[in-house]
């Protein structure tokens, strides 16, 4: 049976942000390596016909392939390296350090006098050769490890510079040449490599954001449920062992004892169902301000349409409230979303909430078991109210989640 796999934009629509920034910043980096062979193949091709050995230009040219292929080998481990997710890559930075220096004093070595012709590409080579390496090691390496490699190599290689026939000033302003070059693309390497790893931060912060303000919500709940039971169930406690005491010894006092137990239990229940009551009580204009703040700290843009909001019931705004937390926490989590829109409008008996928003991937990621479950929950809030609960993606790359709940149900009118 054939799949039918997603094509490459919608592959790239269902990444989050920080990945499609690291995608992009990895692909970038490939780029540079692939531009060295193209650098040097118009001086392979424009040399075609002159004076010189063919051969030695087409195997230095060669050696320049594996050399870019290196590089971008380099540059794979090097990013994984700056962004955390692996050790320093020092095997392959001194592996593709030695082929470097070897290919450059190796077209050093083969490059005729500089009067001669010829002997262009064989400096050329060795000098872009070196520059891209010293570009490549930059991520993988410190700035200090690579300003000191860049200036060790250069200094090696300035020896057959000289014995080529090039002036002293022409080798000085070589290596000056190089380090200005390397330098500009280690900056702007080693500045993009920062940027994908700031995403991921911001990403992780984010997570950690939401994580962190539902466990503050657990604590502040179970802070409360110590408060209302700890005292009670102290006295529940002791009261208990006092009327076994008083059984034991067949004093009538221990009825009144179990008596108050009786009277202490029924006024922790009702406490405890004020405290849950408390907890799960929402307001609409409450929700919407909060939700409001929540996604604009997330810098997502949110825009409230309310009408008619004051005109509804208490219960209703608590049902409809349950909706606006449910639907700003589905963005937060299961979206990137740039843009988010609360709307209400009230006709006709009925209460209809549509909540919009963007940043929604093209091809979904896998629920996990027993995911889902919030949607799932507030459908069924809704169905006990005689509401219905609908979700569409109508646009690529958006979703919308409709709530519709009449007014006319006993609870709302009584």
Not at 90 to 107: E, H, K, N
Request: with cysteine.
């Amino acid at each position: 049976m054939r799949v039918n796999r997603p094509g490459p934009l919608r592959r790239w629509r269902a990444l989050s942000k920080p990945q499609r920034t690291e995608l992009y910043v990895r692909w970038s980096l490939y780029l540079v390596a692939a531009v060295q062979p193209l650098l040097l193949l118009g001086g392979v091709v424009g040399q075609a016909g002159r004076p010189g050995p063919s051969a030695g230009r087409w195997l230095l040219m060669a050696g320049v392939l594996v050399a870019s292929a290196l590089n971008a080998v380099l540059y794979r481990v090097g990013l994984a390296a700056f962004l955390g997710r692996r050790p320093r890559p020092d095997r392959w930075l001194l592996s593709s350090g030695a082929f470097a220096v070897g290919l450059a004093l190796a077209a050093m070595s083969t490059s005729p006098p500089l009067s001669e012709q010829g002997s262009v590409f064989p400096v050329t080579v060795a000098v872009t050769t070196v520059t891209f390496w010293i570009t490549a090691a930059s991520l993988g390496a410190t700035i200090r490890e690579a300003a000191l490699g860049a200036l060790g190599v250069l200094a090696l290689l300035a020896v057959p510079l000289l014995l080529t026939g090039v002036p002293p000033a022409g080798v000085a302003g070589m290596a000056a040449g190089c380090l200005i070059g390397g330098g500009t693309a280690c900056t702007t390497v080693r500045c993009s490599a920062w940027t994908a790893k700031v995403v991921w931060e911001l990403d992780e912060a984010r997570e950690a954001q939401a994580r962190l303000a539902v466990a503050e919500e657990r604590l502040r709940f179970s802070r409360d449920l110590h408060d209302v039971l700890g005292r009670n169930l102290a006295t529940i406690a002791l009261k208990s062992e006092l009327a076994v005491q008083l059984a034991r010894r067949q004093r009538p006092e221990a009825v009144d004892q179990m008596t108050e137990v009786q009277r202490i239990a029924q006024d922790s229940q009702r406490e405890v169902r004020e405290v849950v009551r408390g907890y799960r009580t929402v307001e609409l204009h409450t929700e919407l301000i909060g939700a409001a703040a929540v996604l604009r700290a997330a810098n997502v843009d949110c825009r409230t349409e309310l009408s008619g909001a004051d005109t509804l019931p208490a219960g209703a705004q608590a049902v409809l409230g349950w909706v606006v937390r449910e639907a700003a926490t589905n963005v937060l989590r299961h979206s990137e979303a740039a843009n988010c829109r609360f709307r209400l409008r009230v006709s006709g008996g009925t209460a209809v909430l549509e909540v919009e928003n963007d940043g929604v991937p093209a091809v979904p990621a896998p629920r996990a078991e027993g995911a889902g479950s919030g949607l799932r929950g507030l459908g069924e809030r809704l169905a006990a109210h005689g509401g219905t609960l609908a979700t569409a993606g109508h646009d690529p790359g958006r979703f919308r989640l409709t709530a519709e709940l009449p007014l006319t149900a006993r609870e709302f009118t009584s």
